[in-house]
């Protein structure tokens, strides 16, 4: 068992090195540069505009290279039509970089009838340089096709990465909030993942969080894992398959960058020959210029190292599915910056495909006029030109559409809804005529045609005082405003409410009222030693007396509308019987005594558990558990219930956990409870079906009425999940055995004895099916997460394997004696440490 846990350490290692040696992600050698245009129906954009290549497009690249090179290289530009359907020999064109005309001219190609697919190789020059290019494509197209477009994008998602590192540094490092708040904007633009941990950091080093191990931050975009898949196989799958463990190879969510370069190594690698290897290489795009990045260095001895360039490929064009954030959402015109906030095209922000963009939108005389906007990842959006905009008189309110090109097409993206700022006709909400009391802080609403362009709101008192107000938007067309009225008298006071780009502020007047504390009524139920009163000003209220009882206020006061309400809680040993006539006597807190009316209700709805069961229809598990409280989630329980006189049958049984994440209500007639009389009830409760996969934890239950009138909560059982154990695989004369079964992460520890001596801690994040445990005598002892507890028994079939002590695998060098990231360095494994005896 040792000698197989170091292997599969072994097999981890190589695995990290694979990814960031040699297939890595690092790209981080700069390679040559090429110059590209692209001529299409008498328009010519530079390639780092250009989205895609149709037939007939006039290509011109131009390599710009050292005027007195140590190497001689061919340029060759290939075109490809599908994995099955070889080239034919005209559509290979070879330039020699040295030759005056093409250092100083270029080469022009035009990407003929039938195209597909586009690749430039470098290939140093051997005489035989152009045919043995135009073999290995022609020989294996389908290879190539793959290559070309796994080259292009990863080219691509290499600049959403780069896009983001860049942006990261930039942002200010001293303000915690803006470091939170812009990248997470940088990350829903270039639909990026990152490390939230890096926000509980201590602000100086949060940005250098959010910009190391680069390679795990790009997200998948529709490629899916099983492009490596289908190259790779055997060893090298069962490698990438324990990569998601490992925080070097992707933090556990794979990288569809770290996958594409793994995929173009593995493809290109298979054309290594004694004359020729073939690097990829990397185009990252600005205006006409392809710089290339390399992740290994250029051999000019033989095999001699052949540059493998993807361009965009040849179809129409893809068109970004481009939303706005919050379609619903009104945005102000005079906003600075007015950003339109869009989400669903990273490559709109980290490339130079989409470009001329404008917000179309009328003007107030009906005209159509076009105001420049730019995609900015840091923003989150499209930056319309203030300037532009501010010249433009647009109506009160205003659709715009953002349109533009994607390469040489044109691209009408998401439509914004614009209001301009101007004097509104601001109204109290009705509910709100008397809501301003004094003497305490007080929440009021005010409605108007439009709120998008509030900017701040401000009260003043009937002297002039300001007040410490604070505001926020609520909904379309209305706005609250919290007031602080403690030391206020009653009178009035005027809201002025600011709006982005107007010199004047809105004026509200309102009144403000000091309300005499109004008594309306206390309500208790019948056996309860607490009830609510209602009325008003409650803040004042102190004590009551109900029966020469003292009832004291318990929790918070709340506020509905013009109405308080408030908790009193009296003595355990008050219990007051339905329509029992009460005296009650409320003490304010300044001394004076008021009367109230109370009434006793009747009592809330109460059942008695009389005895419970758990039952299963599927096969006997091989799991006991270890208390009778534990409700396996695959189980069912039922549970009988007795009411002290009768079970009416609209009443319900709710069930739920201690904290009410999640819960379901039992009714008669539903199948959750059948009357086994007047007063008794059988309830029955599938938690797999009530609840899903992911409950667990103390289950209570209690009653409710057929009115909504909730009783008091019972404990009834501790819902467990419980992992399928199929079998122990144990070699002859090992301390260890191999646990064998599934959703082995719901246990915590296994151990030989109930005492769990030596017990094997199961990790968090614990994947696999099987676990090294300690080689029981007969009985499996565990506890489970979900109840840690308790202690429960298993006892499984045992397969016993011979020794396997002459087939023991190398061992790799001691973790103290290897440096990170060399050979011998042991990558960190998900098993959990076997007991020391």
């Known amino acids: 068992m040792r000698a197989s846990g170091l292997l599969w350490c072994l097999l981890l290692f190589l695995t990290v090195r694979l990814v960031h040696a040699d297939g890595g992600p690092a790209f981080d050698l700069d390679g040559p540069r090429l110059q590209a245009k692209v001529t299409r129906a008498g328009k010519t954009l530079p390639i780092g505009t250009v989205a895609n290549l149709a037939a007939g497009d006039r290509l011109w690249i131009h390599p710009v290279l050292p005027e007195k090179e140590g190497a001689r290289y061919v340029l060759v530009v290939a075109f490809l039509r599908g994995s099955v359907n070889p080239p034919p020999d ?59 477009q796994d080259l292009h994008q990863a080219s691509l998602d290499r600049a959403r990465l780069d896009t983001y590192l860049a942006a990261v540094k930039t942002v200010d490092s001293s303000d915690a909030k803006v470091i939170q708040d812009q990248t997470k904007l940088l990350a829903r633009s270039l639909n990026i993942k990152v490390d939230q941990q890096c926000f509980d950091k201590p602000t100086e080093q949060q940005a250098p969080c959010l910009v190391q191990n680069p390679d795990s931050l790009v997200l998948d975009n529709g490629r899916s894992a099983s492009v490596v898949q289908q190259v790779t196989g055997g060893a090298a799958g069962d490698m990438l398959a324990q990569m998601s463990y490992t925080q070097q190879a992707g933090n556990g969510y794979y990288s569809v960058y770290v996958g594409t370069v793994l995929d173009m190594a593995k493809i290109l690698d298979s054309f290594h020959t004694a004359e020729y290897q073939y690097l990829p290489a990397l185009a990252m795009a600005k205006g006409d210029t392809l710089a290339l990045k390399l992740n290994n260095p250029p051999s000019f001895h033989k095999p001699q190292s052949v540059l493998v360039v993807g361009l965009p490929a040849v179809q129409p064009a893809d068109l970004p599915v481009m939303h706005a954030v919050d379609a619903k959402n009104t945005l102000c015109a005079q906003t600075m910056p007015l950003v339109l906030p869009v989400v669903g095209a990273p490559y709109v922000f980290s490339s130079g495909y989409a470009h001329d963009f404008v917000l179309r939108v009328q003007s107030k005389a009906g005209q159509s006029v076009d105001i420049p906007a730019n995609p900015d990842a840091m923003q989150g959006g499209f930056v319309v030109d203030a300037q532009a905009l501010a010249a433009q008189k647009l109506a009160g309110s205003a659709t715009g559409t953002l349109h533009g090109y994607w390469g040489f097409d044109s691209f009408a993206g998401p439509s914004f809804h614009l209001a301009s700022a101007h004097p509104e006709q601001w109204t109290l909400a009705s509910a709100d005529q008397h809501a301003l009391i004094v003497g305490r802080k007080d929440t009021v609403h005010l409605d108007a045609a439009e709120v998008a362009c509030v900017d701040g709101v401000t009260a003043k008192d009937a002297e002039g005082k300001t007040l410490d107000a604070t505001w926020k938007a609520v909904k379309p067309g209305e706005i609250q405003v919290d007031v602080p009225l403690d030391a206020e008298q009653a009178g009035s006071v005027n809201l002025l409410v600011k709006q982005v780009g107007l010199e004047k502020p809105d004026q509200v007047p309102l009144h403000t009222y000091s309300e005499a504390g109004r008594l309306d009524s206390f309500k208790v139920y019948a056996g309860d030693h607490q009830g609510v009163l209602k009325g008003t000003r409650l803040d004042e209220v102190a004590t009551m007396s109900v029966n020469n009882d003292v009832f004291s206020p318990a929790g918070t006061l709340t506020h509905t509308g013009s ?175 191999t646990l064998v079964g599934t959703d082995l992460f719901l246990l915590q520890q296994v151990g030989m004895d109930a005492q769990l001596t030596n017990a094997v801690t199961v990790p968090e994040g614990f994947g696999d099916n ?41 061992l790799p060098a001691r973790q103290s004696d290897a440096k990170p990231n060399q050979p011998g360095a042991a990558a960190p494994s998900t098993q959990p440490t076997p007991p020391q005896n």
């Open 770 to 810: 099987s676990l090294n445990v300690p080689r029981p005598n007969g009985t499996l002892y565990f506890k489970l997460r979900d109840d840690p507890g308790v202690v429960n028994t298993a006892v499984l079939p045992v397969t016993n394997e011979p020794s396997q002590s002459a087939a023991v695998a190398p």
């Open 563 to 737: 109405e308080d309400s408030l908790l009193l809680t009296g003595p355990e040993s008050t219990s007051f019987h339905q329509d029992e006539k009460l005296a009650a006597k409320v003490t304010l807190k300044d001394g004076r005594v008021m009367d109230v009316d109370a009434t006793v209700q009747a009592a809330r709805p109460s059942v008695k558990l009389l005895n419970k069961s758990v039952h299963s229809d599927g096969p006997a598990s091989l799991v006991q558990l270890g208390s009778q409280d534990e409700l396996p989630d695959r189980a069912k329980l039922t549970f009988f219930v007795q009411a002290p006189a009768s079970f009416p049958r609209d009443q319900k049984i709710e069930v739920a956990s201690q904290d009410n994440g999640f819960s379901t209500v039992l009714r008669v007639g539903e199948g959750g409870i059948v009357l086994q009389d007047s007063k008794t009830a059988l309830v029955t409760l599938d938690p797999a079906k009530a609840f899903g996969g992911s409950a667990f934890g103390p289950l209570r239950f209690r009653p409710i009425s057929g009115d909504g009138v909730q009783g008091d909560w019972q404990p009834l059982a501790t819902l467990v999940r419980v992992p399928q154990l199929k079998e122990l695989k144990c070699t002859e004369g090992a301390p260890l055995c």
């Open 90 to 148: 005209n559509w290979f064109t070879k330039a020699e970089t040295w030759n005056k005309k093409i250092r100083e001219e270029g080469l022009y190609v035009t990407v003929p009838d039938g195209a597909q697919q586009v690749l430039v190789f470098l290939a140093p020059e051997t005489g035989g340089d152009f045919s043995t290019v135009r073999n290995a494509v022609k020989g294996r197209p389908g290879a190539f096709v793959r290559a070309s």
